[in-house]
C-alpha cells in the first residue's frame, strides 16, 4: 500500500517538475524560517538569565 503512495508521489513529482519545485522550495524556506523565529525567540527570553537574580533586575 505504501509502496503504491511513493509511486504515485514519484509519478507526479516528475510529471509536475516546475510545480513540484515550488512547492518543495516554499515548504523548505518556511521551515528554515519558522525555526530562526523561534531560535530568535530563545535568545531574547532567554536574555541574562544567567545571573542569580535575574527576575529582579530592572
Known amino acids: ?3 503504491n503512495y ?3 508521489a514519484l509519478r ?3 510529471k509536475n517538475k516546475v510545480y513540484s519545485f515550488i ?3 516554499g515548504l523548505a524556506m ?3 524560517v519558522a525555526m530562526l523565529i523561534g531560535l530568535w ?3 531574547e527570553l532567554s ?3 544567567y545571573f ?3 527576575s529582579r533586575i530592572a
Do not use: P, V
Request: proline share 0%; glycine share 4%; no cysteine.
Open 23 to 25: 512547492n518543495i522550495s
Open 12 to 14: 507526479t513529482l516528475t
Open 41 to 43: 525567540i530563545h535568545d
Open 47 to 49: 536574555y541574562d538569565r
Open 52 to 54: 542569580k537574580n535575574y
Open 6 to 8: 511513493f509511486k504515485i
Open 1 to 3: 500500500m505504501i509502496k
Open 30 to 32: 518556511g521551515m528554515a
